[in-house]
């Protein structure tokens, strides 16, 4: 079964600086997606960023970029510029991809992401 | 109205008591789901619906019944439910057999069961 690791419960970052947060995850499959939720207080999970596993190019949404290894199975988000409204639980999360794959999105613990003024 | 609208936003029951969360999604997907949140673990993946038919229940206890009885709406019936079903229940839904966007989700209900 796919599992999805976070490895840091929390994070903080200072206003304007920049933070990463770690992903790793496990598959055996070669074809699927991976993403980025944020969960502020408000409780909606919000769609931050995705990764088609078959592009090498990494994602980029505006201050949002990730760093997508497959080869190590890695899946780390990269917020620069941090907003105090960037501060949020972040969840990492996989969906298998192909013709009959699972429609489960599976996802890790999160981190909680401070931004300190 | 547009998006994934979840009622109650929080909702307090006792262990007899008998309640439903409701779920409704104005997006046109056909793929529907619950999740559980509880502090310090994953979300929980409970249904899944596709096209209205379940086509997964994840060993969840008999005491969560879901119901979709369109494309549009998924509802959860609770019933003698325990206190360590306290947490926050999120639905979400999909265009499944597209361009995967992932899923959109709705704000929750905070149930707490006393």
């Known amino acids: 079964a796919q599992t999805v690791t976070q490895s840091q419960p929390e994070m903080s970052v200072q206003e304007a600086e920049t933070v990463t947060l770690s992903c790793t995850y496990d598959?055996?499959?070669?074809?699927?997606?991976l993403f980025w939720y944020k969960q502020p207080p408000s409780r909606q999970m919000i769609l931050v960023i995705r990764q088609e596993a078959y592009k090498q190019q990494n994602a980029t949404e505006n201050r949002f970029s990730v760093n997508f290894q497959k080869a190590a199975k890695s899946f780390s988000l990269k917020i620069s510029d941090s907003q105090l409204g960037d501060a949020a639980m972040y969840f990492c999360a996989y969906r298998d991809g192909g013709q009959g794959g699972s429609e489960k999105l599976v996802f890790g613990k999160g981190t909680k992401l401070t931004v300190n003024p | 109205e547009t998006g994934v609208t979840q009622t109650p936003r929080h909702l307090v029951m006792g262990m007899t008591n008998k309640k439903s969360l409701k779920c409704e999604q104005h997006?046109?997907?056909?793929?529907m789901y619950w999740y559980k949140q509880s502090a310090k673990k994953p979300l929980e993946l409970m249904f899944v619906?596709?096209?209205?038919?379940?086509?997964e229940n994840n060993s969840v206890p008999s005491r969560f019944s879901p119901e979709c009885p369109n494309s549009s709406h998924l509802f959860l019936h609770l019933h003698t439910l325990q206190p360590e079903d306290s947490a926050l229940y999120l639905c979400a839904s999909s265009q499944d057999g597209g361009f995967d966007y992932g899923y959109t989700f709705g704000s929750g209900t905070r149930l707490t069961v006393v």
């Open positions: 598959t055996s499959e070669s074809d699927y997606y």
């Open positions: 997006l046109g997907h056909n793929a």
């Open positions: 619906y596709n096209f209205k038919e379940q086509t």
